[in-house]
């Protein structure tokens, strides 16, 4: 679903700002929210979240508030109305986690960035 502002806001280029939405949920558990940019404002402005995804846990029951960041050269104007990001709605599955010595070998072990090609 689509998030909408209901503040305005200039976000200078190079910076930040966090954008109302006045949205407020209730997510059950097992469910989480997430916050995504909207792939039209980093296109044609770029302009992205700050924090991608935004996750909202079902905990939460503040207002959904949209950290945007303006990755170009000239400031950014937020009005109300303005769809600023993209909400979707999912399960999750929940971790119990174990202290262990060593874990189980893989084929990757400790490779980490770049280790698996371009």
């Excluded at 949205?23 to 940019?37: A, C, D, F, K, T």
Aim: aromatic share 6%.
């Amino acid at each position: 679903m689509d998030l909408h502002a209901v503040d305005s806001a200039v976000i200078p280029a190079g910076g930040w700002a966090s954008v109302g939405t006045g949205l407020s949920l209730e997510i059950p558990p097992g469910y989480e929210g997430q916050v995504r940019p909207r792939s039209g404002l980093a296109a044609r402005h770029g302009v992205t979240l700050l924090n991608s995804p935004g996750t909202i846990d079902p905990g939460y029951r503040g207002e959904v508030r949209v950290l945007l960041v303006n990755h170009s050269d000239r400031d950014f104007s937020v009005q109300p109305g303005d769809r600023i990001a993209q909400l979707i709605v999912g399960a999750y599955a929940a971790a119990e986690w174990e202290w262990a010595e060593a874990l189980d070998e893989s084929d990757r072990g400790d490779g980490g960035f770049g280790s698996t090609g371009v």
